[in-house]
């Protein structure tokens, strides 16, 4: 595995990759709808990389993203001040990328990029805008406002400077740590996305020599690859 150094606290710091791969397995023996799988990764890496609930409450969020409604949103209005948004009661990892879509296109529009959301769950999570953003070389903050009198939250995107490190490169860098002991606790669960081991499972696996019982012995090569391009003349070729 593509782990980062274990400090004295048996802290560990996880790659961008092992990061990804062991969400999106979590994500799939959640349940959680396929299509928002990949979307739903990146909050919930974001989260985890800017200190919020991050990986200790993962398990909880997926258990609230298992019935995630995307339709439930709704845009209640839009002016020259701001977009309204109500956020139909879904996770904040469903809603701020919607957030983030509409402030970049008001930004790009040349109007104040500004959305104001109301009923969302989990609303601290809200604050993954600002790595969302940065995907658009924007920035982006979260504020609590009000809207026709009941509470709401202010999500405000704006102008960054071209070489600043973004979360992601961050994590790229750096890594997310992770207690230990609850990182191989989430990675043992997420490997119940993987099919089991079995007889047809390894006859699948490439081109390797397996007995009838799905004993592995070997290889009849030492290579599958086909090297004749590299050998010949590749134009002709």
Do not use: K
């Amino acid at each position: 595995m593509s782990l980062h150094s274990v400090d004295n606290e048996g802290s560990l710091r996880v790659s961008l990759r092992e990061s990804r791969m062991v969400l999106e397995r979590l994500m799939q023996v959640t349940r959680v709808e396929p299509g928002l799988v990949p979307t739903l990764r990146d909050c919930a890496l974001y989260s985890a990389a800017l200190g919020l609930s991050g990986y200790p409450a993962l398990l909880g969020h997926l258990e609230t993203l298992r019935g995630a409604q995307p339709g439930a949103l709704r845009l209640l209005g839009e002016d020259d001040a701001a977009a309204v948004v109500d956020g139909g009661g879904q996770h904040a990892w469903v809603v701020a990328p919607v957030l983030v879509d509409l402030c970049v296109d008001r930004h790009r529009r040349g109007l104040p990029a500004v959305a104001v959301v109301r009923n969302v769950a989990d609303c601290d999570e809200l604050a993954i805008v600002a790595a969302l953003a940065e995907a658009h070389g924007l920035s982006a903050a979260v504020a609590a406002t009000g809207h026709d009198g009941a509470p709401a939250l202010r999500v405000t995107v704006e102008a960054r400077p071209a070489d600043a490190r973004t979360t992601l490169d961050a994590i790229r860098a750096d890594g997310i740590p992770v207690p230990a002991s609850l990182w191989w606790r989430l990675f043992h669960l997420a490997n119940e996305a993987l099919a089991p081991d079995s007889y047809a499972s390894r006859r699948h696996a490439g081109a390797i020599m397996v007995t009838a019982d799905g004993r592995v012995v070997g290889r009849q090569d030492e290579d599958d690859t086909d090297l004749s391009l590299l050998r010949g003349d590749a134009s002709a070729a």
